[in-house]
């Protein structure tokens, strides 16, 4: 039982009048900002912050209470809140809001102290919130998650998936407070999108409390209930005033998003009974400096046993050998420091995680057709503390939820995608189903790095490297089987006495005519055409597009002539990478030329789609033949 006296309800009233002078002042020090909802989620974000088992010295306890604010346009609440709860700093708040040089971004941002996500897109909170509920479980750890909302985003798909997912895990430790004012953007809510949030939480088997939003009391009591159920997810709707607590702002939704005047800061902060100090603040704002804040440093350290790898010398699809490699690093480390889990959406057998499926069935988190949320509330999950890998096909784990992974980026999590069906390769499911941007997509997630493995010896270990990194990788592959790569003198090129090194060009073929630059599903075929002249083609792997090998390049492109072999759309994959970097270092080829995908292709087998885009192993061959003429 978390006990508030009638005299610290009364002190967190006081605290309130203050917070909305610090949000009135700062939005406008800042010329910009949302006072409005601000004010309307005030009382709801100081009764969480207050609640909440969190420590101002200490907010990095792994044990603590994680509040997430899906809403993150309202920072000027939650900064005010913290402000004054000893987080942070308020006269930094207040002159440093929206400047370059503050950590006190538009948007809430994680890395501040108290504030666990960063967020901005409306409707992403809930999953983030879901996903540190399920670490908590995962890790067996006995903390709560309070993720705050408002009533607008309640009608995104993304928030049903949330919901449905946090009642099937039985997770009872998590609350979400949704702030129904009532208004937005566009006018009411109800009116721009009718949501009967009450019946939609109740109908997905959460518990539903209904308060007033700007009453301290009742909210702490509702919080209180919520923690003390252990079987139900517990919804909030406390229903509060836009503007609250400033006569002319209440129920005006203009002030949305705009800041006060001088005139009527001084007519508001006068109604509060606050003085008027935002000179002093103006002047602090003029001496931060011109340079962009330092980055805030999230990661944890990453703890884990690598297991032996796996050698094939069989035809084998890479997507097996992934599955084969994650099950030996889920079972190798069930019981340590840093836990390994899996996220699926209803594809197990196709993207091979019925391998953890089968072996540790715990460790596999079965989220349904519902890729949107399964990647964002993996990207939380890898942020907690558990190495986490979400596989999907190409066109759903890179296309279908391109803004959850760029959100993924910003939040500097520790995911592991893994998209199988990548590509042509993927055949007869035709042109719905064939991913194209494996590259060109996650290229803009500004901080992913892209690994293309070219067969089955070279998955295993790269999944066994980016498990036991920080930071975010995306690893595609095609659908069917290959052969392993040999060398020149027949033997595993991948093998027993080959390592991973992100980066590193793999010079599979030596030959002083035309230097073939690949990665992936093609490479098998690549080889094929280049064994038919010998000495003369040179056959490069590029697994890591993102990060080039200059010594390699130079020595096999520079003077030569170039074919870039891509199952990948033409415009914006492996080859534009290569123009960009050879023109950036002045590798200069004596010609360059690319066979790659220029349409949204038809259906039929891989290896007939192959031959009809000049991908065959034929194909490669008749173009090499052209260019050594």
């Known amino acids: 039982m978390r006990k508030f006296t009638k005299e610290k309800i009364r002190q967190l009233k006081e605290i309130a009048r203050l917070c909305r002078g610090d949000i009135l002042k700062m939005t406008y020090v800042a010329n910009s900002g949302h006072p409005g909802g601000s004010m309307s989620s005030l009382e709801i974000f100081l009764s969480i912050f207050s609640f909440a088992n969190i420590d101002p010295k200490n907010p990095q306890d792994p044990l603590r209470d994680r509040v997430v604010v899906s809403h993150g346009h309202t920072s000027p609440g939650v900064y005010s809140v913290l402000g004054r709860l000893g987080f942070v700093n308020t006269d930094e708040v207040i002159a440093g809001f929206r400047h370059h040089a503050s950590i006190f971004e538009g948007h809430v941002t994680r890395g501040i102290p108290g504030v666990e996500w960063t967020t901005g897109n409306l409707g992403q909170g809930l999953s983030a919130g879901v996903g540190f509920a399920l670490a908590a479980k995962i890790k067996e750890q006995d903390y709560h998650v309070f993720v705050a909302m408002s009533d607008a985003e309640q009608a995104k798909g993304q928030v049903g998936e949330a919901r449905r997912v946090a009642k099937k895990y039985g997770l009872s430790n998590i609350t979400v407070v949704i702030d129904y004012n ?23 088997g959460w518990r539903v409390l209904e308060v007033d939003g700007h009453d301290i009391e ?27 607590g400033v006569s002319f702002m209440e129920n005006d939704v203009s002030f949305h998003g705009k800041p006060l005047s001088r005139e009527q800061l001084e007519k508001a902060l006068s109604e509060l009974g606050i003085e008027n100090d935002v000179e002093k603040y103006i002047k602090m704002r003029q001496q931060l400096g011109n340079e962009k804040h330092k980055p805030f440093h999230v990661e944890y350290p990453v703890k884990i046993d690598i297991p032996p790898c796996r050698t094939y010398t069989d035809k084998m699809d890479n997507r097996g050998a992934f599955g084969k490699a994650l099950l030996d690093l889920v079972k190798a480390n069930r019981n340590n420091e840093t836990p390994i889990v899996a996220v699926d959406c209803d594809l197990a057998t196709s993207v091979k995680l019925d391998e953890v499926q089968k072996h540790v069935p715990q460790m596999l988190l079965e989220l349904g057709v519902q890729e949107h949320n399964a990647a964002a509330v993996a990207g939380a999950i ?11 096909f190409g066109v759903f784990g890179v296309s279908e939820t391109y803004n959850q ?25 035709g042109k719905t189903h064939h991913g194209l941007d494996y590259i060109s997509a996650p290229a803009n997630w500004l901080g992913y790095k892209v690994i293309v493995p070219a067969d089955p010896n070279q998955t295993d270990r790269v999944v066994r490297y980016v ?66 002249f010998k000495g003369k083609v040179a056959v490069l792997n590029v697994s890591c597009p993102f990060d080039l090998d200059e010594p390699v390049l130079r020595e096999y492109a520079h003077g030569r002539k170039v074919l870039v072999l891509e199952d990948h759309a033409a415009p914006l994959g492996l080859t534009a990478l290569l123009a960009k970097f050879f023109l950036a270092k002045r590798i200069i080829p004596a010609s360059f030329e690319q066979v790659a995908v220029e349409e949204h292709a038809v259906s039929g087998p891989y290896e007939a789609l192959y031959e009809i885009y000049g991908l065959s192993a034929s194909k490669i061959a008749e173009k090499l033949g052209q260019m050594i003429e």
């Not at 760029?406 to 007869?428: D, F, M, P, S, W």
């Open 467 to 532: 498990a036991s990194v920080y930071g975010n990788f995306l690893i595609a592959m095609g659908r069917a089987k290959m052969t392993p790569i040999l060398d020149e003198a027949g033997k595993v090129f991948f093998g027993d006495g080959y390592q991973f090194v992100y980066g590193k060009i793999d010079v599979l073929r030596k030959g002083n005519g035309v230097t073939v630059i690949t990665c992936g599903s093609i490479v098998e075929n690549a080889i094929k055409a280049a064994d038919s």
């Open 382 to 392: 890898s942020a907690d503390g558990v190495v986490t890998f979400f596989a999907d």
């Open 182 to 204: 009532d208004a937005q953007i566009s006018g009411r809510a109800r009116d721009i999108m009718p949501v009967n949030i009450k019946a939609n939480y109740e109908a997905d």
């Open 405 to 429: 992974h760029r959100l993924n980026a910003i939040n500097h999590t520790n995911l592991k995608v893994v998209v199988t069906h990548c590509g042509l390769n993927v055949g007869e499911d």
């Open 218 to 244: 009742q909210l702490l009591n509702a919080l209180q209930q919520a923690i003390e159920d252990k079987v139900n997810p517990v919804a909030i709707i406390a229903h509060t005033v836009m503007g609250k």
